[in-house]
């Protein structure tokens, strides 16, 4: 972790000379970060552990860079949701301090989404899913989730990719109840699979993938991601159908 000043030069106040390095495993990776009110850092990522599988890895610090001991482990929590590799992009705060993990987990076969909620000490909470943890499995391919966010009635919105028959990629958009249950007031019973690039017989790789979601003050949902080589964005009415006054 590296903090900046304002002016963009590194703040040799934190950590040192501005720089925080923390080894959780052989191999370990940071992919988001969140500021508490308080000032803590959150960051979350991925670590390998001695049998070379990805595990998701979440550590807290102070607003200076010091590991935060009352949370989870000296600081340190990782969780192994199966047997085989997890990945993680992207994290949220619920209101009530409570974080919320968006993730993939291979099943052995192919990636599952899935949903991680720590409490506030960094322990998984066991009000949520199975034991803090919810595997949703779309279509029996591989599906991934890349962003999250969380809207203002508590409701989590995931984005990601689902593969088809065809093993070809489309936009995913999920969106759960705040304790982790599928929304069925959302798309088709909590799932929008958009098909944006129109592929034939023949066709070469043209996957589509939403990597970040946003959401407006009027409950419009707005997903950036890409195809094979243009960037795109989706709007969403609040119940998850394709907004027709969007472009």
């Known amino acids: 972790i590296a903090r900046y000043l304002i ?9 040192k000379n501005g720089i925080v ?12 970060v969140i500021i508490q009110s308080d000032g803590k850092i959150i960051a979350v ?7 070379t599988n990805k595990n998701i890895a979440i550590a807290r610090y102070t607003k200076n860079g010091v590991l935060d001991t009352s949370f ?8 192994s949701i199966g047997a085989l590799d997890d990945h993680t992009y992207s994290a949220a705060l619920q209101r009530d301090g409570r974080i919320v993990i968006a993730a993939h987990t291979n099943n052995g076969s192919n990636f599952d989404v899935a949903l991680l909620r720590y409490t506030e000490n960094g322990l998984l909470d066991k009000l949520f899913g199975t034991n803090g943890i919810v595997v949703t499995d779309i279509n029996s391919k591989n599906d991934e989730l890349h962003d999250i ?11 990601g990719a689902s593969q088809d028959e065809n093993d070809f990629y489309n936009i ?7 304790n982790g249950v599928l929304d069925s007031t959302f798309g088709d019973k909590g799932v929008v699979k ?15 993938k ?17 195809d094979y080589k243009d960037f795109i964005v989706f709007r969403y009415t609040s119940k998850g159908v394709l907004d027709k006054t969007f472009s």
Not at 21 to 32: D, V
């Open 7 to 15: 002016d963009g030069g590194l703040d040799y106040s934190f950590g």
């Open 21 to 32: 390095l923390t080894r959780m495993g052989a191999n370990s990776q940071a992919r988001s």
């Open 45 to 51: 990522g991925t670590t390998n552990t001695k049998e």
């Open 72 to 79: 989870g482990v000296n600081g340190i929590n990782s969780v």
């Open 149 to 159: 966010s969380i809207q203002d009635d508590g409701k989590i919105l995931a984005v």
């Open 172 to 178: 995913l958009v999920l969106r759960y109840s705040s």
């Open 194 to 208: 958009t098909v944006f690039t129109i592929r034939t017989s023949g066709s070469v790789d043209r996957d589509d």
């Open 210 to 226: 939403a990597v970040a979601v946003a959401i407006q003050p009027d409950g419009k949902i707005v997903v950036a991601g890409h």
